[in-house]
C-alpha cells in the first residue's frame, strides 16, 4: 500500500502562514486531496487533484503538489483552522491516508 | 444538499458481524460511489470500500475476506457488514460519497462510535 507521511503536530499564531506537508512513498500522480477534522467533527473536503479549492471552501487554503510531495497551504491562519489535516491518495489501490497533522493555533 | 447518517450498535463482541447503516438523503445512490471509511483510536484511516451506482463492488484487500456492503435503492441506505471482528476493529466507521470524477470523497456522515469488547 500508499504510504503517506505527516509530520504529527504543528503550532502557529493567527494570522501566520502554515505549510502542511505529505510525503507518498510512491507516485500519486496528482491524485493527492486534503480533509481537515475539527474535534467531534466528520472530515471535510478542502482540496482535491493536488490543488483544486472544494467550493465553499475559503481561499486562504491552497494546496500544491505531483508525484510524491504534496503541500497544503494556510495563510493566513485563523483561530478556526484548529483541526487535524490529513492527506488521502487515490492513484494507488487501495486508497491511503495520511496520518495526520495537527494544528494548534497559539 | 447531500446528507448521510449511520446507525448500528455502538457494542459488537469479538468473532461476532458488525452492521451498519448509512441512510443518505438529498442524493439517490443511484449515482455516484458511497464508500465506508473507518478511523482508528489514534487517528489512523483506512478506507474500506465502495459501492457504485449500479451495485457493483470495490474492497480494501486488507478487509476483503470479511467484508461486504450492500445497498437498498428504494429506502436509498447502503449497509456496511464486517465478520469476525477483533478488538482491531474497534473504530468510528464513516460513510460517504465518493465523487469518482473527482476521486474524492466529498460528502460525509458524523460517524458511528464502535467498539468490539466481550
Known amino acids: 500500500d500508499t504510504v503517506l507521511t505527516q509530520s504529527p503536530a504543528l503550532a502557529v499564531s493567527p494570522g501566520e502562514r502554515v505549510t502542511i506537508s505529505c510525503r507518498a512513498s510512491?507516485?500519486?500522480?496528482?491524485?493527492m486531496h486534503w480533509y481537515q477534522q475539527k474535534p467531534g467533527q466528520q472530515p471535510t473536503l478542502l482540496i482535491y487533484l493536488a490543488s483544486n479549492l472544494e467550493s465553499g471552501v475559503p481561499a486562504r487554503f491552497s494546496g500544491s503538489g505531483s508525484g510524491t510531495d504534496f503541500t497544503l497551504t494556510i495563510d493566513p491562519v485563523e483561530a478556526d483552522d484548529t483541526a487535524t489535516y490529513y492527506c488521502?491518495?487515490?492513484?494507488?489501490?487501495?486508497?491511503?491516508f495520511g496520518s495526520g497533522t495537527k494544528l494548534e493555533i497559539k | 444538499e447531500v446528507q448521510l447518517q449511520e446507525s448500528g450498535p455502538g457494542l459488537v463482541k469479538p468473532s461476532q458481524s458488525l452492521s451498519l447503516t448509512c441512510s443518505v438523503t438529498g442524493y439517490s445512490i443511484t449515482s455516484n460511489y458511497w464508500g465506508w471509511i473507518r478511523k482508528f483510536p489514534g487517528n489512523k484511516m483506512e478506507w474500506m470500500g465502495y459501492i457504485s451506482y449500479s451495485g457493483s463492488t470495490s474492497y480494501n484487500p486488507s478487509l476483503k475476506s470479511r467484508i461486504s456492503i450492500t445497498r437498498d435503492t428504494s429506502k436509498n441506505q447502503f449497509f456496511l457488514q464486517l465478520n469476525s471482528v477483533t478488538t482491531e476493529d474497534t473504530a468510528t466507521y464513516y460513510c460517504?460519497?465518493?465523487?469518482?470524477?473527482?476521486?474524492?470523497?466529498?460528502?460525509w456522515g458524523q460517524g458511528a462510535s464502535v467498539t468490539v469488547s466481550s
Open positions: 510512491e507516485s500519486v500522480s496528482t491524485l
Open positions: 488521502q491518495q487515490s492513484w494507488n489501490d487501495p486508497f491511503t
Open positions: 460517504a460519497r465518493y465523487v469518482r470524477v473527482r476521486d474524492v470523497m466529498d460528502a
